[in-house]
């Protein structure tokens, strides 16, 4: 992969990580399309690296958020914050169980399997159709709401699930408001990416020796700029109940990877 590559792939991370479009599905394309031919465990690897870009950028714009959370959290009592880091944390649990027990079956995915991302993307398509028929609410995310909210999160490990879509489109089928919603979904993911790769790096499987360094920078940073203005936009987004719009991007993406998937075996 050259540095060219590696920061059309991050802007294509970057502006798909928060618009419910699947950046691991869009990722998983580009590669496909740009002729990566690296190993499976070298794609990985720029994948995870363009996912800590990307939760570096959460934390900007989310930055008074959990600016408030932390020092909720120092107060040492049951208030608002340590609440909705419990809740954090609930949602975390299906994708972690996932990770440990099944991060080898879930690698497989990740490898230019167009067919797969494309289907996976019509069922991305689905869910955010029905989300936009949801009624606004002003409900808040409850405990419960949280762990369903967090399976999404784990289904959505597969290339072409759109995480935000997913765990957005769930916690509005489930009566919460969509502006808690996409707060809630943006924020639960930061932890996981960092835990993450934080496990990695400790067993040695994330090994940044080699000459793809100065790409994998390039690409870091093309995926936390592009991350800026994409979180921004999103939140706007969600807020006048756009979803559709992805709905339809989703469908007609999802059927020309499946088309292509087929016509170039």
């Known amino acids: 992969m050259d540095t060219l590559d590696a920061i059309i792939l991050g802007i ?3 502006l798909t990580e928060f618009l419910p479009v699947s950046s691991s599905g869009h990722l998983e394309l580009g590669k496909a399309i740009l002729g990566d031919n690296s190993v499976q465990e070298e794609s990985l690897l720029f ?3 363009l996912h800590f870009a990307t939760a570096l950028s959460t934390i900007v714009v989310f930055r008074k958020d959990i600016w408030e959370i932390i020092s909720g959290l120092f107060q040492f009592k049951w208030n608002e914050e340590s609440q909705f880091s419990a809740k954090i944390i609930i949602s975390m649990l299906p994708a972690v169980f996932v990770g440990l027990f099944f991060e080898k079956q879930l690698e497989s995915f990740f490898g230019g399997n167009v067919k797969f991302v494309g289907f ?5 398509a689905v869910l955010l159709y029905f989300a936009d028929k949801a009624k606004d609410t002003d409900k808040k995310v409850s405990f419960g709401n949280a762990f369903l909210v967090g399976i ?36 639960m993911v930061v932890p996981l990416i960092f835990g993450k ?3 990695d790096l400790m ?15 390039a690409g870091f940073i093309a995926a936390f700029i592009a991350g800026l ?9 969600v807020r006048k109940s756009k979803l559709s719009y992805f709905a339809i991007y989703c469908l007609i993406v999802g059927l020309i990877a499946i088309i292509y998937g087929f016509t170039n075996p």
Not at 120 to 124: A, V
Not at 203 to 217: Q, R, V
Not at 229 to 237: D, F, N, V
């Open 12 to 14: 294509i991370q970057g």
């Open 47 to 49: 994948t995870v690296v």
């Open 120 to 124: 996976m993307l019509i069922i991305t």
């Open 152 to 187: 999404s999160q784990a289904i959505a490990m597969l290339p072409g699930i759109s995480r935000s879509g997913a765990t957005i489109s769930t916690s509005v089928l489930l009566g919460v408001d969509k502006s808690k919603a996409a707060r809630f979904s943006f924020l």
């Open 197 to 199: 790769i934080a496990k």
């Open 203 to 217: 067993s040695g499987e994330l090994n940044f020796a080699g000459e793809n360094n100065m790409a994998m920078g």
């Open 229 to 237: 203005g994409a979180c921004t936009w999103m939140i706007t987004l």
